[in-house]
């Protein structure tokens, strides 16, 4: 005998039986199909594990002529609309875990009409962090050997001459099998002979080794996994576009190079070609995006102002400028800043924005700052920061004047 109770908690069962097989009919494969358009899209690079060095094809963009109104700006011809008609190449480094912020950029993509080459970046927890890292132990514990308490290091001449040898230096630690002959850089990838684990802390300036450790230090100090694996990811696409740039005359010998957590301005593009019109010859980096960094030390060299919103945008030389999110390289300047971040006593030695940031304000990069930032991290708050450098506390937030993800 069912009770009233009973068949009343029937109904309602059978009635989110059929709901549910109504979402799983027809709303799931839906969103699934939409999923897999959007992954479909995406085409993540597969760079093997093995074969690091080894980076597919760039998106082989057309060298269509781009034709340039009155045909002035000769600046841009072989220029593709799709790298935003001032690049050779634009490239994401993203980890292929993050999907979510694949997701985004994918707007961004579509909302700015160009074309990118997605770089999987090489995750904290790889095997050749831990081989980078026993090999900066390994150079610093011989080094501490001698009488030096902080062993410093001398530039080598000749850091920006062509011929470019592809491996050279510290990639002869991760890159076991390529040939050493002929390198400049020359250092012998070490036995590696297995380092008690002791944590390592960040060198400054032409210093080889960071300080003694000590767990007060704070986090900016400590040479991290994550901190090399970063270091790591970004030279293999310093090294192939110095490789691609040699080769290819299309376009402005440069190429740019973005983080996969940052938003746009919508009038990018515009504000990029206003500013190329005034750069000075001879550039190697511009950042697009900056942290930590008054970058308006210097005097302006230019300042713009877009048709679409009125506000200026400037190129300042660049004072002392951190973070990685968004910075073009030129043919000239992707050669020496490999050379400079595979240099062993430098390689790996610290944050790569701190390498940067210490190789511009030395003058070994001709670098430029545009600002504001047309380019931005939409996720501050990097625990590994120098807060406190250069007088902005430990907070920095920036923002867009209209942002394609509305930062
Ligand atoms: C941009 O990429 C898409 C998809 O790969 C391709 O169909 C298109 O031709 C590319 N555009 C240019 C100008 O290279
Ligand atoms: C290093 O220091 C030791 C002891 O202070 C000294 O005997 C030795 O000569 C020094 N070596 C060099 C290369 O300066
Ligand atoms: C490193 O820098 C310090 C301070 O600027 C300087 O005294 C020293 O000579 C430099 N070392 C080398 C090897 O150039
Ligand atoms: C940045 O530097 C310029 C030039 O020295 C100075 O006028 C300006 O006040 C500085 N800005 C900040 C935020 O410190």
């Known amino acids: 005998m069912i009770s009233v109770h009973t068949r009343h908690l029937l109904v309602v069962l059978t009635a989110l039986v059929l709901l549910s097989c109504v979402y799983w009919l ?38 269509q002529m781009k034709t340039a109104g009155n045909g002035a700006v000769d600046a841009f011809s072989g220029c593709d609309e799709r790298a935003m008609g001032l690049f050779s190449d634009i490239f994401v480094v993203s980890l292929p875990g993050r999907m979510d912020r694949r997701a ?38 011989s080094l501490s050997r001698s009488n030096d308490s902080l062993p410093s290091f001398q530039w080598p001449v000749d850091m920006d001459v062509f011929p470019l040898p592809p ?6 630690w991760t890159a076991p099998t390529a040939a050493s002959s002929g390198s400049p850089l020359g250092v012998p990838p070490t036995a590696i002979a297995p380092v008690p684990l002791r944590p390592l802390t960040c060198a400054m ?18 040479l991290t996994p994550a901190k090399v694996a970063c270091w790591y990811s970004h030279l293999q696409v310093i090294r192939k576009i110095a490789m691609d740039l040699n080769a290819d005359t299309r376009c402005n010998q440069a190429a740019l ?15 990029l070609h206003g500013i190329w019109t005034a750069l000075p010859q001879g550039w190697d980096v511009i950042f697009l995006g900056h942290c930590w960094s008054n970058e308006t030390y210097y005097p302006a060299v230019a300042t713009i102002k877009t048709e ?42 610290r944050a790569l924005d701190q390498a940067i940031a210490w190789l511009v304000s030395t003058g070994r990069l001709n670098s430029y700052s545009v600002v504001p930032s ?10 590994d920061v120098d807060g406190g450098r250069e007088g902005f506390g430990s907070d920095w937030r920036d923002t867009l004047a209209d942002g394609v993800l509305g930062t």
């Open 167 to 172: 491996f050279a230096g510290s990639d002869l």
């Open 104 to 141: 985004d950029m994918e707007r961004e993509r579509q909302a700015l009409a160009v074309n990118w080459t997605w770089v999987d970046a090489t995750p904290s927890n790889d095997h050749i962090v831990q081989t980078i890292l026993n090999e900066v132990r390994h150079l610093r514990d």
């Open 257 to 271: 190079v973005l983080e996969d957590d940052v938003d746009m301005e919508k009038d990018i593009q515009e504000r």
């Open 26 to 63: 027809v709303l799931i494969p839906g969103y699934m199909d939409m999923s897999l358009r959007l992954l479909q899209q995406l085409r993540p690079s597969s760079v093997e594990r093995a074969k690091q060095i080894d980076f597919p094809e760039a998106s082989s963009l057309d060298p």
């Open 308 to 349: 679409s919103s009125m506000l200026q945008t400037s190129l300042h030389p660049s004072f002392s400028p951190k973070c990685t999110h968004a910075y073009a390289l030129s043919r000239t300047g992707a050669l020496k800043l490999l050379n400079h971040l595979r240099f062993p006593p430098f390689a790996y030695s």
């Open 205 to 222: 300036q032409n210093s080889t080794v960071g300080p003694p450790y000590e767990p007060s230090l704070p986090p900016y100090m400590h």
């Open 374 to 383: 047309i380019v931005v991290q939409r996720k501050i708050g990097r625990s």
